[in-house]
């Protein structure tokens, strides 16, 4: 029997498609299909599939072409499986000329002619297309427009800021079509909005935005006080938009992969988790070191060890304490906040004037998790035990700062037409807020 193998996405399976198959499926006797796994599609940076796995296998099998079915997972799985199965031919698209000649050592190689005009990005692109407006140009909106280039199907097309004359300038730097003087205008011309401004200010606009049928994407802390969140959440379902916390943490696959692994019993009991996160900030006049901005350590940084211990200790705290560490100024530099459960416990740590190691530790009964720094920008972390033999070692891609991977789930959100993303829903939400708001006993040190 000729067996020819060839692989693909199959993203909104099209005519291409399903021509490929066809030209494929002549070569041999048995096709072998092999499927992008999902995870496998975002390691390699295709942040934009927009079908989950078991949508595309059951469109590749309802063509009636595929005698077998597999996914692929992994770079050189091709190598692997075309010896296993005992393939003869590899079959792919012209797109893709000469990129595996290198299979040649295994089987044949054949590039086939791909179809004209048409595309799973071209499709994805008409499905629907989300003109997203920024409120705020600052650090992280700078950083958040170059990231915004690797997601597919969105584009900033407009900023709002306070000084008409600094949005100007940041648009005309980075070629974003328009810079608005009126909110209303603004918000008329985008879909969604992505809120980049000092902390005290997330609340009056996210409120408007929603108000006005606008998905929001926030910054953290998305408010200082559990009713404004309680509000918005509120908002974002009547209207039926996406309300979305920037944390990018939430949204990143080894982040992800960590959290159930440790739930997984692989470490036995979780009782107790330790995260740091600490960013020196040496210019005491920026925003960070600003009362009036809502500024100091904690509200600036806890929200990352905080959600380390939502997603994996959960949010019945029943206990905690809360202390914040000052110098001369009135923010805090350094901020400890212990959480008791009624089986674990939790010591978070975050410091812009006071250094610490940014390490990430869950502690079981059978073994712990390591993840060093920045475990919150998450691409390895080891399970560990007494035998050191057992370890196991777990790296993911992460690409770009992050941002990518909080944006796209935000685009998804928007098309799956959910208000909430499991990653980080509204509970999650109202927890972050909870222990940012916190009452706490300051520390004088100076
Ligand atoms: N293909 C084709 N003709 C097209 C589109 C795709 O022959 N018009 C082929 C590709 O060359 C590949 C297979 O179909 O062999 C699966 O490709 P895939 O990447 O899933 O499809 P695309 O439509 O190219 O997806 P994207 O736009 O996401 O890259």
Redesign the pocket.
Same mark, same amino acid.
């Given at each position: 029997m000729k067996k020819i193998i060839?692989?693909?996405?199959?993203?909104i399976l099209?005519?291409?498609?399903i021509? +490929? +198959?066809k030209r494929a499926k002549k070569l041999g006797d048995h096709l072998i299909v092999g499927v #992008?796994g999902e995870e496998y599609d975002k390691n390699r940076g295709?942040l934009?599939?927009s079908q989950s796995l078991h949508e595309r296998i059951k469109n590749v099998e309802k063509t009636g072409l595929a005698d077998q079915i597999i996914i692929e997972e992994y770079d050189g799985q091709k190598v692997v499986d075309i010896q296993k199965y005992g393939v003869e031919t590899f079959?792919?698209?012209?797109?893709?000329e000469g990129k595996f000649d290198y299979l040649q050592e295994y089987c044949k190689v054949k590039y +086939?002619? $791909? #179809?004209?005009?048409?595309?799973? #990005?071209? +499709? $994805?692109n008409n499905l629907s297309f989300v003109k997203l407006g920024m409120i705020g140009y600052g650090k992280i909106a700078k950083r958040f427009l170059i990231e915004s280039k690797f997601v597919s199907n969105t584009e900033i097309i407009a900023v709002y800021g306070k000084n008409y004359k600094s949005s100007k300038k940041f648009i005309d730097k980075n070629e974003i079509k328009y810079a608005e003087k009126n909110f209303n205008k603004f918000l008329e011309n985008v879909d969604a909005v992505y809120i980049a401004t000092p902390h005290d200010s997330h609340y009056e606009y996210a409120k408007l935005c929603l108000i006005a049928g606008k998905h929001v994407l926030c910054e953290k802390p998305m408010t200082l006080s559990l009713n404004e969140t309680k509000d918005l959440i509120r908002l974002a379902k009547k209207n039926n938009v996406v309300l979305m916390e920037a944390v990018k943490t939430a949204y990143i696959d080894g982040f992800s992969k960590m959290v159930s692994l440790s739930k997984s019993g692989i470490i036995g009991d979780i009782v107790h988790l330790d995260a740091s996160f600490t960013k020196f900030i040496s210019n005491k006049n920026s925003r960070e070191y600003d009362i009036q901005m809502s500024g100091g350590s904690h509200n600036e940084l806890m929200t990352y060890p905080l959600i380390a211990a939502c997603k994996i200790l959960g949010h019945d705290v029943i206990n905690y304490k809360n202390l914040r560490y000052y110098l001369k100024s009135d923010v805090d530099i350094f901020s400890k906040l212990e959480l008791e459960y009624k089986k674990s416990t939790a010591n978070l740590y975050v410091g812009i004037g006071a250094k610490k190691e940014g390490d990430l530790v869950i502690t079981g009964t059978k073994g712990y998790i390591y993840c060093h720094a920045p475990w919150w920008k998450t691409s390895q972390f080891e399970i560990k035990f007494e035998d050191s033999k057992k370890n196991i070692k777990h790296k993911h891609n992460f690409l770009g700062d992050g941002l990518r991977y909080e944006l796209a789930e935000f685009i998804s959100c928007i098309n799956a037409k959910s208000s909430f993303s499991f990653r980080l829903n509204d509970l999650d939400m109202l927890f972050l807020t909870k222990f940012i708001n916190s009452d706490y006993k300051s520390i004088k040190l100076g």
């Open positions: 060839t692989y693909g996405t199959f993203d099209h005519n291409g498609h021509a +490929l +198959l #992008t295709k934009n599939v079959a792919i698209g012209s797109d893709w +086939l002619p $791909r #179809t004209k005009g048409i595309s799973s #990005t071209h +499709l $994805r």
